[in-house]
């Protein structure tokens, strides 16, 4: 009996390691069917892949190369444009120094780094409107001298920060501005002369007037200098005669001025805001398409609003003081292509030659 039963058992151990070495085997054979069927997945992926190139590039081959039209003369059918030169807050005479970085790798002005970046300006201005003539008929030429050419002495630390005295500082401007006239009308068949006054170079210290404000301008009186010895045939003068000026392009209408009308006291978002409340007030009396301005020493522009003029005189002690951002001297550059009725460039014009060569590695 005792024998029978172990009989039984061994039958039972052999029967359980049995059927553990079948359930092995078919886990084995299933992962390797499992294997196999991925293998064939990828496989078939692979070979579908390179019918479709192959039925591609079967497709292309019948394909020829489309010819592009030549490129248009200068005289075949292209929109006419006005091309315009914003200039305003050189600020020729005031020196900055050590007050904006030991290392002089923010800014140094003087009266040899204005004249250098006047001169960069110009050449830049010219090479731009040759770069535009080839896309639009660019026949006329606005320069826009918008104010604070000089800084003046409007404050008592400007009699410390100045090398000339206001009218001394005026012809010098007026000179380089002069060049810049000359260049442009070398350059066009027409030129327009829009001018206003900024609040600086002024004889009355305190607050710009409103009613008077042109007649207390030394640059004021140096545009009509300007103008009454103008002798160029295909320049037009524009004296400013109220803060808001109106020129009136093709139907396309350009408002400028200096810019300090506009009440900003800083904080998020930058003039923008600002901006665009004076704006929507000053259409309310007389529409523009663009408004033009200086004064906040900030390029920028919105399209079908305004752009704002940068500035020559660069970082200074009281940019730092009211934690301006960093911006490399620039003017302004505006196309207004009158066959689409709006402006399709505004970009800066860089004059800052002499702080990339003194910018530490």
């Not at 200096?258 to 923008?272: D, E, L, P």
């Not at 663009?290 to 500035?311: K, M, P, T």
Request: proline fraction near 3%.
């Amino acid at each position: 009996m005792a024998t029978s039963k172990l009989v039984e058992a061994v039958a039972a151990d052999v029967a359980a390691t049995e059927r553990l070495a079948a359930d092995a085997e078919i886990a084995r054979l299933r992962a390797e069917v499992a294997s196999l069927r991925g293998r064939h997945r990828t496989a078939v992926a692979a070979l579908n892949a390179e019918r479709d190139r192959v039925a591609t590039l079967t497709a292309l081959a019948g394909i020829e190369t489309k010819k592009m039209p030549p490129a248009r003369q200068a005289k075949q059918g292209r929109n006419q444009a006005t091309a315009i030169v914003v200039l305003s807050d050189w600020h020729v005479e005031e020196t900055v120094g050590q007050e904006v970085g030991a290392a002089g790798q923010w800014n140094r002005y003087n009266l040899d780094v204005a004249d250098a970046r006047i001169t960069e300006l110009a050449e830049r201005f010219a090479t731009l409107v040759e770069h535009e003539r080839q896309l639009v008929k660019v026949d006329r030429l606005v320069i826009a001298a918008l104010g604070d050419f000089i800084s003046g002495h409007i404050h008592e630390e400007l009699l410390e920060s100045t090398s000339l005295a206001p009218h001394a500082a005026m012809r010098w401007a007026a000179a380089r501005l002069r060049g810049i006239i000359d260049l442009a009308a070398d350059m066009a068949r027409e030129v327009v002369v829009v001018t206003q006054p900024g609040n600086h170079g002024r004889s009355n210290h305190g607050k710009p007037r409103a009613s008077t404000e042109h007649d207390h301008s030394f640059e004021q009186n140096q545009y009509i200098i300007l103008a009454s010895e103008e002798r160029r045939k295909n320049v037009r003068w524009q004296v400013g005669e109220s803060y808001l000026g109106f020129l009136d392009l093709e139907g396309f209408v350009v408002r400028y001025h200096h810019g300090h009308a506009i009440r900003y006291g800083g904080g998020v978002g930058g003039i923008t805001i600002p901006v665009n409340k004076a704006i929507a007030q000053w259409n309310r009396s007389q529409p523009a398409h663009l408004d033009l301005f200086g004064h906040w020493h900030q390029f920028g522009w919105l399209r079908g609003r305004y752009v704002s003029n940068g500035s020559l005189i660069g970082m200074n002690a009281y940019a730092i003081r009211i934690k301006a951002e960093f911006e490399p001297p620039c003017q302004s550059f505006v196309v207004v292509d009158h066959g689409r009725r709006e402006v399709t460039k505004a970009l800066p014009i860089f004059a800052d030659r002499d702080l990339e060569k003194r910018r530490p590695a």
